[in-house]
């Protein structure tokens, strides 16, 4: 039984381009999380997201980035025009349930490094 | 907003000893509490989570006490190992079914041979 799945596990960009981050749930589990993690910090809230819905994006910056959860496939989080404070490691999490109150289960994270 | 927060940066412990990792929260609809254990370059593993509607809660080698009347959360790890060294986060949910879990900073427990 995979656990949640993200990729790359590493990435680099230059500034300007663009980040794109992929999130696999456990099987069975239709709601999915973003989370940034700064070096020596916790991680802070980015988006909530079901199926083709964005349930919360109250932690997302209001420029340049933009998640998705489609019917098929990975959930994605896009970053534009990337700058070095997007720099960070990035987790992904599922859950069977939403709304903040069920378990949430993280993948490894994809450590996004911006030159 | 929410706040949530460690009392200590850095918790050393003798192998073999018990260890009591403190987190206090601010929003007091939160009911949802989970303890987090990070490894380096790893993801967050889930430890234990309490609802509020307990005080206690008991795992294997690991208890979580919440106080709701001081905001107040502790995990407590028994007999400690060298696999317990990592950074521990509590996390909290914003209560009323609030989206999203807010973590405090971290407390990195290191185990001394």
């Known amino acids: 039984n995979a656990g949640v799945m993200q990729n790359p596990r590493h990435l680099v960009r230059r500034r300007g381009q663009e980040a794109r981050l992929r999130c696999s749930p456990m099987?069975?589990?239709?709601?999915v999380y973003w989370y940034r993690q700064l070096p020596e910090e916790g991680l802070k809230f980015m988006v909530y997201l079901q199926k083709e819905n964005i349930i919360d994006e109250s932690g997302m910056p209001k420029e340049r980035f933009s998640a998705e959860f489609p019917k098929e496939g990975p959930s994605i989080l896009r970053i534009q025009q990337v700058v070095r404070g997007d720099s960070a490691a990035y987790f992904c999490?599922?859950?069977?349930?939403?709304?903040?109150?069920?378990?949430?289960?993280f993948g490894p994270g994809t450590r996004l490094t911006v030159t | 907003g929410e706040n949530v927060g460690l009392h200590l940066p850095t918790l050393s412990v003798q192998e073999g000893d018990n260890s009591i990792i403190n987190c206090a929260y601010s929003n007091s609809a939160s009911d949802y509490f989970i303890w987090y254990k990070q490894e380096s370059g790893k993801g967050p593993q889930f430890i234990i989570d309490i609802r509020s509607n307990m005080d206690k809660r008991q795992g294997q080698r690991v208890t979580v006490l919440l106080n709701k009347t001081v905001k107040h959360l502790s995990l407590q790890i028994a007999a400690t190992q060298p696999g317990d060294s990592a950074v521990y986060f509590c996390a909290v949910n914003g209560g009323g079914g609030a989206d999203g879990l807010t973590f405090g900073k971290g407390t990195h427990l290191i185990i001394q041979p």
């Open positions: 099987k069975g589990h239709s709601h």
């Open positions: 999490a599922s859950s069977p349930a939403g709304q903040g109150n069920h378990e949430q289960y």
